[in-house]
């Protein structure tokens, strides 16, 4: 079975070569990448980024890896919340 051809997009190009462990593939590729074309794939690497973090249990928005906020983490209520939504004051118990 041959490898598929990864030359279409240089950025695919690099990201097969980590995704392969070879990482001084990847090196040369990103090395012979212009400023701007490496900028423009830092940009587009923290985008897909914030599409792998969890979703919102409040809004079922994307959040980031790492801020979300996990409330009553012992209680089988617990929830994962984006910054808004665990910032939303909480409803007053009926009476």
Aim: hydrophobic share 40%.
């Amino acid at each position: 079975m041959s490898a598929p051809a990864i030359t279409t997009f240089t950025e695919t190009a690099a990201l097969y070569a980590v995704m392969t462990e070879d990482l001084p593939g990847a090196r040369r590729i990103v090395g012979d990448m212009l400023p701007g074309e490496r900028a423009q794939l830092a940009q587009q690497l923290d985008q897909l980024r914030e599409l792998l973090g969890p979703r919102c249990d409040g809004c079922d928005a994307l959040t980031p890896i790492g801020t979300s906020v996990l409330t009553d983490p012992l209680s089988p209520k617990r929830q994962y919340l984006c910054r808004d939504c665990a910032a939303a004051p909480t409803p007053a118990p009926a009476t």
